[in-house]
């Protein structure tokens, strides 16, 4: 298996070299989504599913999706990258020493079972049985909570970048697809199996791999397929239902966390409810989630106020 | 799983490198991308062992991704604003 | 609060011209305010006739104010007020002249001031009166407002300004040697402080301008003959004197005393016959005080008896002030009063020039009394420059032009009245002043003493004229013309600003600084600020250790 | 517990609702002060420092959340700061509607920041408090792009370089929690862990050199977004660096180490106070006056950290640096709104054009003067009394270059305040909108709030003790 | 009550200062009254107080900052002494800006400023320690700015600048100084002298050296005092409160402070820094007058001999005895009527009669001579003239300067006085003497600018001619010395 690793590193390193050093933009963000996919890849070989699963899924595809679109927006814009081809030295230099730095840092590491056997102790009271999970959604709410802000964070700084100042246009450039295109065509099929491969993800996350965010992106990657195959309209954001949707998720989260003061603590899920407790906020979370996403992937309205 | 380990340290300073050298914003976006999954890879592999991997790196790597994809939503989004209002993918007062 | 202890007299005479001074200011009074100058001596000559008894203090008056009278001083005191008196009369005069209310007013302060140095105990009342006097006395000076008398008021001030502040350092350092205010305590104690020798200075120097003595003359001979003749008088008779009677209140014994005697005797000749050079009979006749004050303060240096001093000092007040009288006196009469006034004049000069029996020559042969015969000699001998100058004077003031011809009685009577004063009060208060009796005087040998001064001044008067050599008239000043007193540049010239200007080094800063900017510029491009931010990671690490 | 839970779920609920229904957010905004400084008055008064341990598991499995003096004054200031932004914004139509559920977030991250004892979860609400910040910025409109790149580049570089250190702290000590990581064994790691989230935190806290982004992104950004951007952003980063250099690695400190932070602080103060004299718009003055006066703040390390931190010294620089931080907070917010103020009242900060200004609007002007009293580290102000312990422990340990160095910077600051303090006192009548009194009375009760710190210090002084680091207990 | 009385005389002037801002323009007789009230009560309670102190009574009120950090007012006979030439001016003052405003625009400012002004000279008068002292040291610096602008003309703003280009820096050494200091010492309190053995001699030099500067500052110590003469921009009521009481008199008190309460003469000589102060003193005097003699301006003139007249007051504290103690101490009394005198005059002239340099003064004694005439009187105290207040200080300083062992005081004492009278006769010779322009115009009819000069006038004649009176400024110092300084 070492010589796997070692050229699965090999390929990694070579493909992130061509991503952040190599000629053409285009070029760059293709080699960037196969890196994604690489690093997923080291992600099932570390064994770790859920990562692997958001790697691929927001790593790789929906940060590719979303880099693509950019590198589109930017050439009609004009706007091309400017050619450097030599080295930098000087920033090599200190990038290399920085990465020296690390590299003796991991190399002096002895490895641990660090808290996996606590979080094995008490996974039973978690109500749910995947340990990833129950780390995201139960023992360190919080910092999901949060992270599910952030997303809606960014999402909000999109808002003030829509062209004229429209904000509550439609998200994202006016697409045309043709209606029999292929597009079109794999744009009608693929919203229903996307909705029960996501559905599924967050439902088998509470023991197997997957969870929320995996299930969102895979929901939100069918719907911006759907936008720009033509076949719906990008919602607008002032459309007060889909905001309901942007915010049901935290919404529900926090109203949950701060109902647990009742059992006792801040985010606190009783054994025996936890599951319930949990299920439901990833379901409202994914709902939210994908809708995040897909505006996100859309981007800001640049209809330039045509509603 | 220390090659792994390594792995991410060298993406991290190859990423540091391009965040730094390459002069286009979106190159940028596209390097910072490469130093989190880097961070993130060391972090896993790491945590792993004898054949499994600590589940709380687990689920900071997921929602260290998450916060990536928000930070480099913004980022492109706003590459693409200040493109179109400058007409470029460069910052002003940002020469080599 | 305790107002005053001791006798009220001697307060009375101080604050009563102070009081008529001020009432100047109201409109009552101001019309005729000349009439207080009749009113203001009268005090202390109350108190001179009368004495004291013991001393006065105003406790929490300024820093303690203790008054006494010496003998010494009362004889002047005596004479002084006599003489503002006098002058005061004949002040009159002056009716019907601009800003007499201002003169009155001034008047009156600088009379309060020169009884203040008679009466003044303590070193800080002495110091207060003095410069009252001094300075007051300005105005008299000036009263005219005439270039000439503006001049002599410019030079005047200055120097009675640097008389304050020698004197206020001298007594300073006497005060804080005798931890005492008290002038007996300070004049004791300044024989053995450490810094004697410079408080002697100080106080020649302070007291030497006030009484005239050489070199600090030069302001005399131009500040009095340009006061009105009321004010000269005074300035010649009795403001002078102030500084005489510092001299012996606060010289310690036989300080200095070959060097005042030198100056002193410089003085009694060398002014006399500059006094030769003058026409204006009054500024002939400031020279002789100058000359006069000379004798005196040679002998203050001699360490003749304050008694004896002040013997001779009443005399040349009443007499010189009679001169002085005359000089306006004589301007406006015509005719046989013309004649009465020169008679009276002539009287006068020959008292000051010594002739025995008058009173001149009374006190000339009082204070030869047990002096070296050095001094004695020289004494007698300053009769003979007395006698040139008095001729001279008389002579001048015999061709002086007639402006009036009715002189009135308040012009006539001091100048007669004085002129006897000056005969006949030093043997009315011999008796009183001096331990030796009047007799000694008209012995024989003493009248052969004073006669051949005279005699030897006539003869030579007699030569000059056969010979028709007349001295050359010269403007007064003398010694003056040394004294560069155009203004220093300092006085017009700014001058750049010998101050540290932050606002300025800010500016250089700032400048200086700019390149800060140039950082900045380099910071903005993110390759050196990435630079940056990956070498301090790098240092961090290295740092920690 | 439960009002330090509603302190930080209130505004993230604001935000939602915000989100939900735009066009109330300044009225969501408004209840979300009301409710906070209701929760705030509680935790205040019961003197203590209350815990929160969300899901229950507790340190090292779950998160921990502590309120102690620090953090506890820190939202105080906060909820004042937006309290002031928030009656400031909400009668200004042309700000874009996004601002009101951004504002409330970054509040939110604020407060997540000030209370997280675990160093994953600092990242997360730096995360958040980062996009927030840099949207804010962007609302600025079309000429704000450039300046919201400019940070969020930095922002971002700043952060990746934070998480990697986590990653290596995590990885050598198997936790994340502020007061375990105390207790564990040092690894031989650390030292690259902590240059890593140090570096990162120096560039969020824009201490020179990294302070490039700040001045146009906060010049750029409206005047209450600015408000919140210089008063309260880099005050988080900076309360992170307090929580690893004096609680969970006080032994890693090397004098040397931190004599080399200490020296950024100190040209900090100086390149900042030098640049703010020369620029012509007000905001810009005011934003590298934040430059300078972050400087202050890391004069901390070498007087209170390192050997020195079990001095009795220690304390009063400790103390001084979190005055600093708070009253900085304060005025500089009460600058911005005033500065936002006179925008609306001659549409421009050009200093020549608010030349009489202070005639026009007297109760700014004196706010404005009264906050560069607080800048200038003038007496009574909170400003002072952090000059004040900061140099007593500088000379008691005789480095005197520190006391120096706050001298020489509140001198600065007052040649670079002069010149709007001029402007604003020139005899001249300008043509302005009138602004309502009530809205002028903001910043004035800012400023004052900054000064009255200094008044009462001895009060907040003693809060600050609750939970501090160190064994030192009773200062100078 | 004896925690009341301090404070409650701070808030006589800040209170009034307080309302004062937020008063409309044109309510004139509101904010006259605000003034005049605050005064009046401040001077009530300060008499009540001198009372209390006089029979050995001592106040004190206190604030709790941070440890080591506190507000403490305390009055002693010292505080005493400042504060009532201070509340008695500012009365006089106020009446006299009252006059010479008028109706004017700004004056809420103006008079909000004026009375926070006051009050910081109040509590730094009453401050017992040395924070205290700093913070309304600083209070004054601020509250002066606005008052030396208050024209807001070219010449006041670069005035106002140049004020504070030389204060901030001075403030900034001070608070060096005082932080170092306690540092080693601990908060230092006026009352308990701090121990100065923790610390190296070369270090108290130094600190001693930044005390200097920064209370130099305000003191106008020469070469600091480039500020003061341009500060005369100000309005007159302004720059006689400046020139007399407020700021260079606070550098001054500062100053006697340091050397009295701070180090204590014993140190202050153990150190020989007190000669070196005195010797700065004197080159101040010195340099004062020669720059009051090139001046053409009235009130550069008067500025310059602030500078020369305040250094008197360092000098007493610099040579450190107790002759020279009281007479410093007078001298901040003397100074203070004597210097508001002739302000008070200057800003009449320039008013009435639109005089403003020294030839237009021609003339004016005939027109307006009580105005004149308390000019004279003011100038002639300034010369140290007999019986004037400041021959007192004079005689004193002498005497200490002489019992210290520095004869050479005698010589700036008279080389300063024959420079004053170079100065000030020639004034008065035109005011007197010289014929009026031909146009020349100017009357005194407005009593409420003419009486506030007048009473200054008969002050500083009553207090050099009751000087060995108890209740005199030099009785008091006497007490203050021989109850606090001397062993």
Redesign the interface.
């Known amino acids: 298996m070492a010589v796997f690793d070692l050229a699965l590193c090999t390929l990694i390193l070579l493909a992130a070299l061509a991503a952040v050093a190599g000629p053409g933009l285009f070029r760059a963000v293709v080699f960037f989504v196969v890196y994604g996919v690489l690093i997923a890849l080291a992600w099932v070989r570390l064994g770790a599913p859920d990562v692997a699963l958001a790697e691929a899924a927001i790593g790789a595809g929906l940060t590719g999706v979303l880099l693509l679109g950019a590198v589109g927006r930017l050439s009609r814009a004009g706007a091309d990258e400017p050619l450097t081809s030599r080295i930098d030295w000087p920033v090599a230099l200190a990038a290399g020493l920085v990465g020296a730095m690390l590299v003796w840092a991991v190399l002096s590491l002895a490895p641990g079972p660090g808290l996996a056997p606590a979080v094995a102790e008490i996974l039973p009271q978690t109500g749910v049985e995947n340990p990833v999970t129950a780390v995201l959604l139960n023992l360190r709410a919080w910092d999901t909570l949060l992270e599910s802000v952030v997303l809606l964070a960014a999402l909000i700084g999109l808002w003030p970048l829509a062209r004229g100042g429209a904000w509550q246009a439609a998200a994202g450039p006016v697409h045309h697809a043709l209606p029999d295109g292929v597009l079109a065509g794999f744009g009608r099929l693929l919203p229903p199996v996307a909705l029960l491969v996501g559905v599924y993800l967050v439902w088998a996350g509470a023991y197997q791999p997957g969870g929320a965010f995996q299930g969102g992106t895979v929901l939100a990657a069918a719907g911006v397929l759907c936008v720009m195959a033509g076949l719906v309209r990008a919602p607008g954001m002032a459309a007060p239902l889909w905001r309901l949707a942007l915010v049901a998720g935290p919404g529900l989260f926090l109203a949950l966390g701060v109902a647990g003061m009742a059992f006792g603590g801040f985010l606190l899920f009783p054994t025996a409810l936890a599951k319930g407790m949990i299920l439901a906020i990833e379901m409202v979370l994914t709902l939210s989630i994908a809708v995040t996403l897909a505006l996100m992937v859309l981007g800001p309205p640049e209809g330039g106020g045509a509603q | 799983m220390t090659v792994y380990a390594v792995t991410g340290a060298l993406l991290v300073a190859l990423g540091l490198y391009g965040l730094i050298a390459a002069r286009g914003l979106l190159r940028r976006v596209v390097a910072f991308n490469v130093v989190g999954s880097g961070v993130f890879l060391m972090f896993g592999a790491l945590g792993w062992y004898e054949g499994h991997t600590d589940p709380v790196p687990q689920a900071l790597i997921i929602t260290g991704i998450v916060v990536a994809l928000s930070a480099s939503a913004l980022a492109v989004g706003l590459v693409v604003a200040h493109a179109r209002v400058s007409g470029g993918q460069v910052l002003e007062d940002d020469a080599p | 609060?305790t107002l005053w202890t001791g006798p009220f007299l001697p307060l009375a005479v101080l604050i009563w011209p102070l009081l008529l001074g001020l009432s100047v200011v109201l409109p009552i009074v101001r019309p005729h305010s000349l009439r207080l100058l009749l009113l203001a001596p009268a005090p202390a000559l109350w108190l001179a006739l009368r004495g004291a008894d013991g001393a006065s203090t105003a406790?929490?008056?300024?820093?303690?104010v203790e008054l006494s009278l010496e003998p010494a001083s009362r004889l002047l005191l005596g004479m002084v007020a006599g003489l503002w008196l006098a002058a005061g009369v004949f002040a009159q005069s002056m009716a019907g002249g601009r800003n007499l209310e201002v003169f009155t007013g001034f008047w009156c302060l600088t009379l309060t001031g020169n009884l203040g140095v008679f009466l003044a105990g303590d070193v800080?009342t002495f110091?207060?009166a003095f410069?009252?006097v001094s300075?007051a006395a300005w105005f008299l000076v000036?009263h005219s407002?005439t270039d000439e008398a503006?001049r002599a008021g410019k030079i005047y001030?200055v120097l009675a300004?640097?008389g304050?502040?020698?004197l206020?350092?001298g007594f300073?350092?006497g005060?804080?040697?005798a931890d005492s205010f008290l002038i007996a305590d300070m004049r004791a104690a300044l024989a053995e402080a450490p810094?004697r020798g410079?408080a002697v200075g100080l106080l020649i120097t302070g007291f030497g301008i006030k009484a005239g003595m050489v070199p600090l003359h030069v302001w005399l001979p131009l500040a009095h003959p340009a006061a009105p003749v009321a004010a000269s008088a005074v300035l010649s008779g009795a403001i002078v004197k102030a500084g005489l009677v510092g001299l012996w209140l606060f010289m310690p014994p036989g300080a200095f005393g070959a060097g005042l005697m030198a100056l002193g005797m410089a003085g009694a000749f060398g002014a006399a016959l500059w006094g030769l050079t003058q026409v204006n009979p009054k500024a002939i006749l400031a020279y002789s005080t100058v000359s006069q004050m000379g004798v005196m303060v040679a002998l203050v240096g001699s360490g003749t008896a304050a008694q004896a001093v002040a013997f001779y000092a009443v005399h040349h007040g009443l007499a010189k002030g009679a001169l002085f009288l005359s000089v306006g006196a004589v301007a406006v009469s015509g005719g046989r009063a013309r004649l009465v006034m020169l008679m009276a004049a002539g009287l006068a000069a020959l008292s000051v020039a010594g002739l025995p029996l008058t009173g001149g020559g009374g006190v000339k042969a009082a204070v030869k009394l047990g002096q070296s015969d050095l001094l004695a000699l020289l004494i007698t001998a300053t009769g003979v420059t007395t006698t040139l100058i008095m001729g001279w004077f008389l002579w001048r003031l015999a061709q002086a032009e007639v402006s009036g011809t009715h002189a009135r009685v308040y012009e006539r009577l001091p100048v007669v009245a004085l002129t006897l004063a000056a005969v006949g009060v030093p043997w009315i208060v011999w008796p009183q002043a001096l331990a030796a009796t009047p007799d000694y005087a008209l012995s024989g040998r003493a009248i052969a003493d004073a006669i051949w001064p005279p005699v030897i001044a006539g003869a030579t008067a007699l030569v000059a004229l056969f010979l028709r050599l007349g001295p050359d008239t010269r403007p007064p000043g003398d010694l003056l013309r040394l004294l560069v007193f155009s203004a220093p540049a300092?006085?017009?010239?700014?001058?750049a600003?010998?101050?540290?200007?932050?606002?300025r080094l800010?500016a250089f800063?700032?400048v200086a600084?700019?390149r800060?900017?140039a950082?900045?510029?380099v910071?903005?491009?993110?390759?050196w600020?990435?630079?940056?931010?990956?070498?301090?990671?790098?240092?961090?690490?290295f740092?920690?250790? | 517990m439960t009002p330090l839970i509603a302190l930080l779920a209130l505004p993230l609920a604001g935000a939602l609702m915000a989100v939900a229904v735009p066009h109330r957010g300044a009225r969501i905004a408004g209840v979300v002060v009301v409710a906070s400084a209701g929760a705030l008055i509680m935790l205040v008064a019961q003197w203590g420092i209350p815990h929160a341990a969300p899901g229950g598991w507790g340190a090292p499995l779950g998160i921990m959340l502590e309120a102690d003096g620090l953090a506890l004054a820190f939202m105080a200031m906060v909820l004042a700061v937006m309290a002031g932004v928030c009656a400031t914004a909400a009668p200004m139509r042309e700000l874009p509607t996004p601002f009101w559920p951004l504002a409330l977030l970054a509040w939110a991250a604020l407060n997540a920041i000030f209370v997280s004892r675990d160093l994953f979860n600092l990242y997360v609400g730096l995360e958040l408090l980062t996009l927030a910040a840099v949207a804010l910025v962007a609302t600025g409109g079309d000429k704000a792009l450039a300046a919201a790149l400019r940070y969020l580049i930095f922002a971002l570089t700043g952060s990746i370089l934070y998480l990697a250190g986590v990653v290596l702290v995590y990885s050598a000590h198997g936790v994340l929690d502020v007061s375990l990581l105390a207790a564990t064994l040092p690894a031989p790691t650390d030292r690259v862990a902590m240059g890593l989230m140090t570096a990162g935190l120096l560039i969020k806290t824009a201490l020179f050199p990294f302070h490039v982004w700040l001045p146009p992104a906060h010049a750029a950004a409206p005047a209450p977004a600015s408000a919140m951007l210089s008063a309260l952003v880099p005050k988080a980063s900076f309360v992170i660096l307090l929580r690893l250099w004096f609680e969970a690695m006080p032994d890693a400190a090397d004098d040397r180490l931190l004599t080399a932070l200490a020296v950024l602080g100190a040209l900090a103060v100086g390149h900042g106070g030098i640049m703010a004299l020369r620029q012509t718009r007000l905001k810009q003055i005011i934003a590298y006056s934040t430059v300078a006066q972050i400087g202050y703040l890391f004069l901390v390390f070498p007087l209170a950290g390192g050997d020195g931190a079990a001095q009795p010294w220690a304390a009063g620089a400790w103390t001084g640096a979190v005055f600093q931080a708070l009253s900085h907070g304060l005025a500089k917010a009460a600058m911005f709104l005033c500065a936002g103020l006179w925008i609306i009242a001659v549409g421009s900060d050009r200093l020549e054009d608010l030349r009489g200004l202070a005639r026009g609007l007297p109760m700014t002007a004196m706010a404005f003067a009264l906050a560069a009293i607080t800048l200038m580290g003038l007496p009574p102000s909170g400003g002072f009394t952090a000059k004040y312990l900061m140099m007593t422990t500088a000379f008691a340990s005789g480095q005197v270059v520190w006391a120096l160095v706050l001298a020489g910077g509140g001198l600065l600051a007052a040649a670079y305040l002069y010149r709007p303090m001029g402007a604003l006192f020139a005899r001249e009548i300008p043509a302005f909108t009138p602004v309502p009194r009530y809205l002028q009375a903001v910043p004035l009760v800012l400023a004052l709030l900054a000064v009255g710190m200094g008044v009462l210090s001895d009060g907040l002084y003693a809060f600050l003790q609750l939970g501090r680091p160190g064994t030192a207990e009773e200062g100078l | 009550m004896t925690a009341l009385l301090p404070v409650a005389i701070l808030l006589s002037s800040l209170i009034p200062a307080g309302v004062t801002f937020f008063l409309a323009q044109d309510s004139h007789r509101l904010r006259n009254t605000l003034s005049l009230g605050g005064a009046t009560v401040k001077l009530a309670l300060i008499v009540v107080m001198l009372v209390a102190v006089g029979q050995g009574a001592s106040y004190e009120a206190r604030l709790n900052l941070a440890p080591g950090l506190y507000l403490l007012l305390r009055i002693d006979a010292l505080s005493l002494l400042f504060m009532t030439l201070s509340a008695v001016l500012w009365l006089l003052t106020t009446v006299y800006a009252i006059a010479y405003f008028g109706t004017k625009a700004e004056l809420s400012r103006f008079f909000g400023f004026f009375s926070l002004c006051v009050g910081a000279t109040t509590g730094l008068a009453m401050a017992g320690s040395l924070i205290t002292f700093f913070l309304f040291f600083e209070l004054l610096t601020l509250s002066t700015w606005p008052l030396v602008v208050h024209k807001q003309d070219a010449k006041s703003l670069a005035a106002g600048r140049s004020y504070l280009t030389f204060a901030l820096p001075g403030s900034a050494a001070l608070l060096l100084a005082i932080v170092w200091l306690e540092s080693a010492t601990g908060p230092v309190l006026f009352t308990e002298p701090p121990d100065l053995s923790v610390m190296p001699d070369s270090h108290l030099r130094i600190i001693f050296a930044l005390f200097i500067a920064g209370l130099g500052v305000k003191a106008a110590l020469v070469p600091l005092h480039g500020w003061l003469p341009g500060a005369m921009a100000a309005p007159a009521p302004v720059s006689a409160l400046l020139h007399a009481v407020a700021v260079v008199k606070a550098g001054a008190f500062g100053i006697v402070r340091l050397v009295y309460d701070v180090f204590g003469i014993a140190s202050v000589q153990d150190l020989g820094l007190g000669t070196p102060l005195a010797l700065l003193a004197s080159v101040t005097i010195l340099w004062g007058s020669v720059r009051a003699l090139q001046q053409g301006e009235i009130k550069k003139r008067l500025a310059f001999s602030t500078v020369s007249q305040v250094s008197y007051i360092v000098l007493g504290a610099a040579l450190a005895g107790p002759y020279a103690a009281i007479g410093g101490l007078a001298h901040l009394v003397h100074q203070g009527l004597m210097k508001i005198t002739l302000f008070f005059c200057a800003g009449i002239f320039d008013e009435r009669a639109g005089a403003k340099r020294i030839e237009d003064l021609n003339g004016l004694g005939a027109r307006m001579p009580v105005t004149s005439v308390c000019f004279s009187l003011g100038a002639l105290g300034m010369i140290g003239l007999p019986p004037m207040a400041g021959f007192v200080s004079k005689v004193y300083l002498g005497l200490g300067g002489l019992q210290a062992g520095a004869p050479w005081v005698l010589g700036v004492l008279a080389a300063s006085t024959l420079l004053n009278a170079a100065y000030f006769l020639p004034l008065l010779y035109r005011l007197w003497f010289l014929p009026a322009a031909d146009a020349a115009t100017g009357d005194e009819r407005a009593p409420l600018l003419v009486a506030p000069a007048a009473i200054t006038a008969l002050a500083s004649l009553a207090v050099g001619v009751f000087a060995a009176s108890a209740l005199s400024p030099l009785g008091w110092a006497t007490l203050i010395v021989t109850r606090e300084y001397l062993p």
């Open positions: 609060m406790p929490e008056l300024f820093l303690g800080i110091y207060l410069a009252t300075l000036v407002r503006l001030i300004v640097v304050e502040v020698c206020l350092a300073l350092i005060v804080q040697a810094l410079l300092i006085w017009t010239q700014p001058r600003a010998f101050s540290l200007d932050p606002a800010v800063v700032t600084v700019a800060l900017v950082v900045e510029h910071l903005l491009r993110w390759r600020s990435g630079l940056g931010i990956l070498g301090v990671v790098v240092a961090l690490v740092l920690m250790d």
